[in-house]
């Protein structure tokens, strides 16, 4: 591991110190895992709201008059007919029909689209974008540095947004709205990883400290916490949401995912990878993401165990990504199985350590909101 | 700062040793169950079991990651705290008392002597 001075620093690193989160690496970033403990964060967001510092993750400007023909060869959902001020959940592939990075990708003006990228794939986006870039009348601009991001998410959000925002328009869901705030741009998105209802908030790095601060103020009362990166991961592995590098990888495709519907295969333009999604469409993975819960109790199940078949000898898949549901107190997890296994409610076998358990398969997502 | 009583024993990879006679009580130290965080299962050994020094003896899971557990002498297992399968968070709440986590019967017991000290392991933590 490299030490931690010599790691990225977000705008909000000392912040975090300050406040005794504990820092640790992440995608070559100086994170807070966590600060007074991840279930119990967890448990702030699906019952009240925390606040994330995501200003590792990626942020790009794509502008021109081709950029929306552009940005549709090179990612899987419907760019041309994404509306202003709105935004989707989108794809970017290789050659293969594998992912490469999964990203929110939103239109601020008729020729003018945000997107929030992943922190560890960040220069691969770039450099992949570029290199098919030539052909069109297009701008790339990486903002990443300048820009910090804080996601305030869950069931007291819009509640804590009235608090920040009194005489403001609340974005729907999936939209994005854009306001001066203390003398510079915000930008306010209505989405999130977690599964819960909530808010991203992107700023000037420099900014981003004070309305920190001022954000956890106006919600202490409502059981409100700050919140680090290990939370973010259990709350979105019960909504079921894919973690690229784990459950998403450069031989994993949107279909064998399971994110077909984040895949226009009819849309104007051909996209990179579109040729493998028609393939696998027409003849049906090979290979699906499922999720599961396991049924007794035990260790949690972990990425990369294999999975079997009850009493089965060769494995039919493997954990993608695992661990323990603070909300369903028990097992849980993604994993990539054989297409014939891959039924809801079939029984499966995980091993951990050379001993099985049972587990189940089960529908996404694994946590909803009621 | 974490807790680092003085009159128990420790090793490198952060287990804590009480030793009584010839028995010795492993769990893992403050320090160690404040980086792992939330403990969310403990695979105890087996009664009975031998261990060698630095043998895998049991396993602590938190909500991140798993975590190898070693015996920090040689013997064999003659007790495993059970309440632990109940409730693992006690490795968290309480680390040097109800966070036990076995018992080995030392085959020999000078071979504690190679253990650390208290002011040897808060150095170790620096």
């Known amino acids: 591991m490299p030490s931690l001075d010599s790691l990225k620093k977000t705008p909000l690193a000392e912040v975090h110190e300050e406040m005794g989160a504990r820092m640790v690496e992440f995608s070559g970033w100086l994170m807070p895992v966590q600060y007074e403990g991840i279930i119990k964060e967890h448990h702030a967001v699906r019952q009240n709201a925390g606040l994330f510092d995501i200003s590792h993750m990626g942020n790009f400007i794509v502008s021109g008059n081709q950029a929306a023909e552009f940005l549709d060869t090179m990612l899987t959902n419907h760019v041309g007919k994404l509306e202003i001020n709105s935004g989707h959940y989108t794809l970017m592939l290789n050659e293969r029909g594998g992912v490469i990075d999964d990203l929110l990708l939103y239109r601020i003006s008729e020729a003018t689209f945000y997107l929030v990228v992943n922190a560890a794939k960040k220069d691969e986006d770039l450099s992949w974008l570029k290199k098919h870039a030539k052909d069109f009348k297009v701008t790339l601009n990486d903002v990443s540095e ?16 009235r608090r920040l925002f009194p005489h403001k328009e609340m974005p729907f869901r999936n939209k994005i709205e854009f306001w001066k705030w203390s003398g510079s741009e915000m930008a306010v998105a209505r989405t999130g990883y977690t599964g819960e209802d909530g808010f991203e908030f ?13 954000v956890l103020e106006k919600c202490q009362d409502l059981g ?62 090979s290979r699906r993401l499922m999720a599961f819960a396991v049924k007794q109790t035990g ?49 499966i076998e995980i091993e951990i350590r050379g001993k099985r358990i049972l587990a189940k398969l089960e529908n996404k997502p694994l946590y909803k909101r009621s | ?52 020094e630095q043998s895998t003896a049991a396993v602590v899971e938190s909500v991140k990651a798993a975590s190898d557990i070693y015996a920090p002498l ?43 000290s208290s002011q040897e392991y808060e150095e170790h933590l620096g």
Request: proline residues 7%; hydrophobic residues 35%.
């Open chain 1, 146 to 161: 300048e820009t910090a991001g804080l996601a305030l998410q869950g069931p007291r959000s819009e509640e804590i947004f």
């Open chain 1, 202 to 214: 992107f700023m000037p790095g420099e900014k981003a400290a004070t309305f920190w601060n001022l």
């Open chain 1, 224 to 285: 409100c916490k700050p919140c680090g990166l290990g939370a973010r991961d259990t709350l979105r592995l019960e909504a079921c949401l894919p973690l690229n590098g784990s459950d998403l990888a450069p031989g994993i495709s949107p279909i064998e995912a399971g994110l077909k519907m984040f895949v226009k295969l009819n849309k104007e333009q051909s996209f990179v990878g579109r040729a493998v999604l028609e393939e696998q469409l027409s003849q049906g993975p």
């Open chain 1, 299 to 347: 260790a949690p199940p972990r990425s990369h165990y294999l999975v079997y078949a009850p009493k089965g000898k060769e494995p039919i898949g493997e954990v993608t990504s695992g661990g323990v549901s603070p909300m369903l107190e028990k097992g849980i997890g993604l994993a990539l199985i054989y297409a014939q296994y891959a039924k809801v409610n079939t029984d």
């Open chain 2, 1 to 52: 700062m974490s807790q680092i009583p003085e009159n128990l024993k420790y090793t490198e990879t952060h287990e804590w040793v009480k030793i009584e006679n010839d028995i010795a009580i492993i769990g893992i130290t403050d320090h160690a169950q404040e980086e792992l965080s939330d403990v969310v299962y403990v695979e105890l050994p087996e009664k009975g079991a031998l261990t060698e």
């Open chain 2, 74 to 116: 040689k013997g064999e297992i003659i007790e495993v705290n059970e309440s632990l399968a109940d409730d693992p968070s006690l490795v968290n709440s309480s680390p040097y008392e109800n966070g036990w986590i076995f018992k080995i019967k030392i085959d020999d017991a000078s071979a504690a002597k190679r253990l650390k």
